[in-house]
């Protein structure tokens, strides 16, 4: 596949995957009125959902090209945050108190995460562990937010002030999950495009390349609550989201479609996805994740990706 075709393949992928996320949750957000849970709680857990990292990895897994399912899970939690965090800092600088715990669960996410790549392969059983600690997390951060009247994602309360129909709802949820599948599978095709086209090294463009595609988005997640005057919705979608991905991502990726793991995975990446996470806690911790704190999750950004590219 030529280079133009492979990019616009990914890009493509990327902007259908994004775009079904959006009619799936607003699909879920509908359906979540008729069953016997809480409007907060189905909210607050549908808020940080990263169906299109998931599909992106399950796709790319189920193709083999290992390197681009374990950067959906290692590349987008770091880009998420460093760049979703630092840049959205720059744009709206966070002045909040988080509960001690949602910080915490910043940092244990990522190092329960080195379980689902503790050996050579990833094993069911790992992932089987994981998707039990995240259930686990989701439901203490539900409690905690509801507990601290903390507000939902914008466009998840917008969807529960507008309720729609069983049947639409159904409808829309049936649209994201094809739309989501259909992206996901572009991606991964795009990315081994890119890296037969241009001779990028396979875990660059999963670590590096496609994570940045496809979480463009969450810069404005983080920015828009925090413009709005709501820092702490966006402190806690950040938490919120890391554990999709750390735990949720990775633990359904390994049941799916376990996948080889390259040693440079845990020796360079999953340790640098620590070592962003616990910068993000420190600030957070302190209150304030302002313009200089964005500005170091930046410069954090563009080393691992000057290391990623030059060293290995």
Known sequence: ???????????????????????????????????????????????????????????????????????????????????????????????????????????????????????????????????????????????????????????????????????????????????????GKLVAIGAEGIVASFGLAPLVVGMVVAPAVIELEEVARQAIPAMRGHPEVSAANLVGTQLYFCLFSLGLLTLVAPIGVDPRVRSFDWPFLVGASCLAAIFLWRGRVGRREGAVLLAAYALYVALRVTSF
Do not use: K
């Not at 809480?38 to 909210?43: E, I, L, T, Y």
């Not at 990292?53 to 796709?59: D, K, L, S």
């Open 1 to 183: 596949m030529d280079a133009a075709p492979a990019v616009a393949i990914l890009v493509a992928g990327a902007i259908l995957a994004v775009w079904a996320t959006d009619r799936l949750l607003a699909g879920l957000v509908g359906l979540a009125r008729f069953l016997p849970v809480s409007v907060f709680a189905a909210g607050a857990l549908l808020s940080g959902f990263e169906v299109e990292n998931v599909a992106v990895g399950i796709a790319a897994g189920l193709d083999h090209a290992d390197e681009i399912a374990v950067g959906s899970v290692f590349g987008g939690a770091i880009f998420l945050v460093c760049v979703a965090l630092g840049l959205g800092a720059i744009i709206a600088p966070l002045q909040v108190r988080l509960p001690r715990s949602f910080i915490a669960l910043l940092v244990a996410a990522p190092l329960a995460a080195g379980l689902g790549i503790a050996g050579e392969r990833t094993e069911p059983a790992a992932g089987a562990i994981l998707l039990v600690l995240f259930a686990a997390a989701m439901a203490h951060l539900v409690h905690r937010s509801r507990d601290e009247g903390f507000g939902l994602d914008g466009e998840v309360e917008e969807e529960l002030e507008h309720p729609r129909s069983r049947p639409a709802a159904v409808g829309l949820t049936l649209l994201g999950l094809f739309g989501v599948a259909a992206g």
